[in-house]
């Protein structure tokens, strides 16, 4: 799972990001260009209304609906039959999905903006005890991102 949290593991606010970071989105799209990525029908609404280019997107949603140029599923198990041959495969949110997925999760790439912030939903608690932490980046603030973050990778025990 690829996730940007607060200090407190906001994930947003009314649908959006919970701030703008440049270097973040490289981030995102540096990991996981390339590979399939899985996301509630909420995160895709919040997106540019297309597929995130160079990707294999998969929405999930309940509704009996589908997306336009994505694979559309409708249950978490489906979407993981979906990339059962893929070698890395991400869940890129939101919070339900987040929260569905992380039983199946392997690897957490996580970026931890050293702030609090103003969000109605929030990334499950992460039991540290079933987690390595294996790499930690620290990367200051600058002109372009307002927040010092770390990019942080965690492997399942
Ligand atoms: N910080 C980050 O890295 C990050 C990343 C992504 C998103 N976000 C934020 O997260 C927020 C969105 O999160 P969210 O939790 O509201 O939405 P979400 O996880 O993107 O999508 C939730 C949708 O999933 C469907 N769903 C729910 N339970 C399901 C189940 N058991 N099986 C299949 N589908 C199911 C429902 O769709 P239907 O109603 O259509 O059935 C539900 O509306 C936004 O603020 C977004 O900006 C943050």
């Not at 490289?26 to 895709?44: C, L, N, P, Q, Y």
């Not at 997925?101 to 039991?127: E, G, H, Q």
Request: hydrophobic share 40%.
């Amino acid at each position: 799972m690829i996730a940007a949290v607060g200090e407190n593991l906001e994930l947003g606010y009314k649908n959006q990001l919970l701030c703008h970071l440049p270097v973040d989105l490289k981030h995102f799209k540096e990991i996981t260009s390339g590979h399939a990525v899985m996301m509630g029908d909420r995160t895709w609404e919040s997106l540019p209304k297309k597929p995130l280019p160079n990707r294999r997107n998969i929405v999930i949603t309940l509704d009996d609906i589908s997306f336009p140029d994505c694979e559309t599923v409708h249950s978490i198990e489906d979407a993981l039959a979906l990339v059962q041959d893929e070698e890395e495969a991400f869940v890129m949110g939101g919070a339900t999905m987040y929260r569905l997925f992380l039983p199946y999760a392997d690897k957490l790439y996580l970026t931890r903006i050293a702030s609090a912030f103003t969000a109605d939903v929030y990334f499950p608690a992460i039991n540290e005890g079933e987690w390595t932490l294996t790499d930690s980046e620290f990367v200051p603030k600058d002109e372009k991102n307002q927040f010092d973050l770390y990019f942080q990778t965690l492997i399942r025990k």
